[in-house]
């Protein structure tokens, strides 16, 4: 029988394939401009140095970004954009070593808008005793959110230390605030209604807890 031999792939053929890949190297540089861009914007610009490091940082990560964010939210008059979920591998804790002390801050508040449950609640604890004004949004948008044990970290978190920095975001954001208080009552009816009267609820608490302090 005559031999079969593997074939060279023609001229045409490589071009094709050539023409493929730059398209996909082109789609690719979009999505990583774009995811820039997002996070960039989701910080106040005093921030976007560290920012643009940590940026940097996910990518290593095989970073991804859903493309929902959340409403406009202000922070002394600057108007930033939260993402919805992102999408990444956590880190070896040794390589977040390499960043700076507000770079690591900026990290975890990223990673609370993390898809993995376990992981917002672990960065949330983190950040713990951090109440800096770009700390506050990404800490209220999990308080709007169904996680439990993520909502009864807030609970513990906001106290005398720390309830001025809420109540400024508040003033400054109060439509948000009302859709966290309307997330909040509609969680609770989805997954908590048939063990847990309303007033008893761990969010419900929480906005008792400021509202009285808001009348103040």
């Known amino acids: 029988s005559v031999p079969k031999f593997a074939t060279s792939p023609s001229a045409g053929t490589l071009g094709v394939t050539f023409e493929k890949l730059k398209r996909k190297m082109s789609i690719l540089k ?33 970073l991804e970004i859903h493309p929902k964010l959340e409403k406009p939210i202000f922070i002394n008059g600057e108007t930033i954009v939260i993402p919805y979920r992102i999408y990444s591998n956590e880190p070896k804790e040794n390589y977040e070593n390499e960043l700076t002390e507000t770079q690591n801050v900026i990290l975890n508040c990223l990673y609370l808008t993390h898809k993995n449950g376990y992981l917002r609640q672990k960065r949330l604890e ?8 770009f700390v506050i949004p990404y800490k209220m948008k999990v308080l709007s959110e169904y996680v439990i044990e993520i909502i009864s970290e807030i609970e513990s978190q906001i106290n005398e230390k720390s309830i001025e920095s809420y109540l400024k975001f508040i003033r400054e954001n109060p439509k948000y605030w009302n859709l966290t208080k309307s997330r909040i009552t509609s969680y609770w009816g989805e997954y908590f209604k048939r063990n847990c009267k309303l007033k008893d609820y761990v969010g419900r608490r929480i906005i008792r807890k400021i509202e009285i302090e808001l009348k103040q």
Do not use: A, G, H, T
Request: proline residues 2%.
């Open 30 to 62: 979009d999505i990583n401009e774009n995811n820039r861009n997002v996070l960039i914007n989701s910080f106040p610009s005093e921030l976007q140095n560290d920012v643009e490091i940590v940026i940097d940082f996910l990518n290593n990560e095989k």
């Open 126 to 133: 983190i950040l713990k005793n951090n109440f800096e004004d």
